[in-house]
């Protein structure tokens, strides 16, 4: 018998190679409490959380509470069923509408996560004989919908407008071509060059699909990321996000202006054949999206929460993914693993979490420690952030 597991060996080595280093793992960490979007108890310690996705500190709005315990009471505790037959609420389409309005679109679809939206959307637009063009640095749930719809994959080298126009000029002009980007790129906080990218695609006649799941809530004047801070929201096909960031709970959606995106409901694979979300969660997101139509401020401070991180760690002599802040990601470059868990383990002795990412999910094989920052940080915790890196930094010699 060949034993299934025998692929995983060198990842079992490297991890109990890790671990033997004493440091303690850092991908199983426990929050014992949890105290507010910026603040929990890990291993007995007040901890200052960094690495939550939580932008727009939604999860403990007294609003967004509110309606998930009226909905949990006159609902119940979940749908036990797909959109398609028992699991549609009245809280879904609220939802929905919520989107529509929050994204001025035609059509929204709630899935149940935001993996799913993209594994459903992609796979099911883009079929064999199709080709989908994407950014080599895309998300695993970007990179699985294309496997699952068999279309042809087409990867360009990261934000490079170039490369995505020769793609896009080898391919056979009458195939159908979908090109699939994101807003903000969440290992490096780096954000795409949508505008030109979107020009060169629609000249190629392709569709765009862009991925707002870590600038929704942020970035726009009116949160709807990117696209509408560059000016081209109008020219994306489907925009895809996730509730499990700024709206501070979990599920996914697409929006769009296309005429018959309702039939999605239909052939969508992913939308069909899972649960629907329960009741509590659509009443939260609803509720959260609603309130972030109004969010600027908190948008003002989260930047200059980032702008803060960002200076203070580059003045400190840390390695950054980007030059300037340009997202409410900052990430830390780490020389390598062993290094990266010894100052992520120092800095959680320090009580601040981050999260540690290594490859493959990371690009280009390196160990960064991913900071996100919160609407809901004060100035005082950005400060005492710094000071937390500093002494991690120096106690484990990434800076002098
Ligand atoms: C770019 C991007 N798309 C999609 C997702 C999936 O979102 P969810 O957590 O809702 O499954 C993530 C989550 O990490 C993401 O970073």
Same mark, same amino acid.
């Given at each position: 018998m060949t034993d299934l597991f025998s692929k995983f060996d060198p990842l079992i080595q490297q991890r109990e190679a890790l671990l033997a280093t004493g440091?303690? @793992?850092?991908? %199983?960490?426990?929050?014992?409490?949890? =105290?507010?979007p910026t603040v929990a108890i890990c291993n007995g310690r007040e901890t200052i959380l960094l690495?939550?996705? *939580?932008?727009?500190?939604?999860?403990?709005d007294d609003d967004v509470i509110a309606a998930g315990k009226d909905a949990l009471d006159k609902f +119940?505790? +979940?749908?036990?069923?797909?959109r398609v037959l028992n699991g549609t609420y009245q809280g879904h389409k609220e939802c929905e509408e919520a989107l529509k309005e929050f994204y001025a679109m035609d059509h929204a679809m709630v899935f149940s996560t935001g993996y799913q939206a993209n594994l459903g959307i992609i796979s099911t637009i883009a079929g064999k004989g199709d080709y989908v063009i994407l @950014?080599? @640095? %895309?998300h695993a749930s970007i990179y699985d919908g294309c496997k699952m719809g068999d279309a042809e994959i087409v990867a360009f080298r990261h934000n490079d407008v170039e490369a995505l126009e020769k793609r896009l000029k080898r391919l056979p002009p009458e195939a159908g071509k979908l090109v699939v980007l994101e807003g =903000?790129?969440?290992?490096? +906080?780096d954000v795409a060059p949508l505008k030109e990218m979107i020009r060169v695609s629609k000249q190629a006649g392709a569709m765009v699909l862009v991925d707002e799941a870590h600038s929704?809530?942020?970035?726009?004047a009116h949160g709807r990321g990117v696209a509408e801070a560059q000016g081209v929201i109008d020219d994306v096909d489907f925009i895809i996000g996730t509730f499990?960031?700024? =709206?501070?709970t979990v599920g996914g959606f697409c929006v769009s *202006?296309?005429?018959?995106?309702?039939?999605m409901r239909l052939v969508c694979r992913p939308y069909v054949f899972t649960a629907s979300l329960p009741p509590s969660v659509v009443a939260t997101a609803a509720t959260s999206i609603r309130k972030l139509m109004h969010g600027s401020n908190k948008r003002a401070h989260l930047w200059e929460n980032s702008k803060t991180l960002h200076k203070g760690l580059q003045g400190l002599g840390f390695q950054l993914g980007?030059?300037?802040?340009?997202? &409410?990601i900052i990430a830390v470059i780490m020389p390598d693993l062993e290094k990266g868990a010894m100052m992520w383990e120092a800095l959680l002795e320090e009580g601040l979490y981050v999260n540690l990412a290594r490859p493959p999910?990371?690009? &280009? +094989?390196m160990t960064l420690l991913r900071c996100s920052l919160c609407a809901e940080h004060s100035s005082e915790q950005v400060g005492e952030i710094l000071a937390r890196f500093e002494r991690a930094g120096k106690r484990v010699g990434i800076i002098d």
């Open positions: 440091v303690t @793992d850092p991908f %199983s960490l426990v929050m014992e409490k949890v =105290v507010s690495g939550t996705y *939580n932008y727009m500190g939604m999860t403990f +119940g505790s +979940g749908t036990t069923g797909s @950014d080599i @640095d %895309s =903000v790129y969440s290992m490096l +906080g929704m809530g942020f970035i726009g499990s960031k700024s =709206v501070g *202006n296309h005429p018959k995106f309702e039939i980007t030059e300037e802040p340009q997202s &409410a999910a990371t690009p &280009a +094989g």
